[in-house]
């Protein structure tokens, strides 16, 4: 990212813009069947991610051996294929958790704008119905976009986002949980 800050910022705000294009675009390109086995396992990825964040990361004071290991390999590779080495030290546990609920909001962005594109495209619940519910995710999808803004903002910054939030989930993941009035 640039060292000019109203750039890097505006280049946040492009990159959530091109989250709910890719997954528009992907979804009109692709068989409708091969949209909907992207979305599932874009969808299990999003799960795993939450599932890391919830349990592997958040209240801990250093990162787990297999994430340090994992952080070696991408510099590693980096460096391999970008021909730069980045020398910097071991994050903390709250900025990889940042980082990845970053990628669940890339994630959740461009399978929700799919929706929308295929709910414009087919139709399936005739044409004033698909088109309201495809507004709609359309909207959710941007929503999303700007949530992903403001975490890469955090992440370019090395900041972290606060717990509640990178412990946020939709509402269906919390199914297997007795507190839910809370």
Excluded: H
């Excluded at 590693?76 to 958790?97: C, F, N």
């Excluded at 990845?100 to 909001?105: I, N, P, S």
């Excluded at 992903?148 to 919390?174: F, I, K, N, Q």
Aim: net charge neutral; glycine share 4%.
């Amino acid at each position: 990212m640039p060292e000019d800050p109203e750039l890097s910022f505006v280049l946040c705000i492009v990159a959530g813009a091109l989250a709910v294009a890719a997954g528009a675009f992907g979804a009109l390109s692709l068989a409708p069947s091969a949209s909907a086995l992207l979305a599932v396992f874009a969808t299990l990825r999003i799960c795993w991610l939450d599932d890391n964040i919830a349990n592997d990361l958040l209240d801990r004071d250093q990162l787990p051996p297999s994430y340090i290991n994992a952080q070696r390999r991408q510099r590693w590779l980096e460096s391999l294929l970008l021909g730069r080495s980045k020398t910097e030290e071991t994050p903390t546990p709250a900025q990889v958790a940042t980082r990845m609920r970053a990628e669940v909001q890339v994630w959740s962005a461009i399978v929700v704008a799919g929706v929308a594109a295929m709910l414009a495209r087919t139709t399936p619940f005739g044409m004033l119905v698909s088109f309201g519910l495809a507004l709609w995710a359309f909207l959710w999808a941007f929503r999303f976009a700007d949530r992903l803004s403001a975490t890469l903002w955090l992440v370019e910054t090395g900041r972290v986002l606060p717990r509640e939030d990178l412990l946020r989930r939709v509402s269906w993941a919390y199914s297997g949980r007795n507190d839910r009035d809370r």
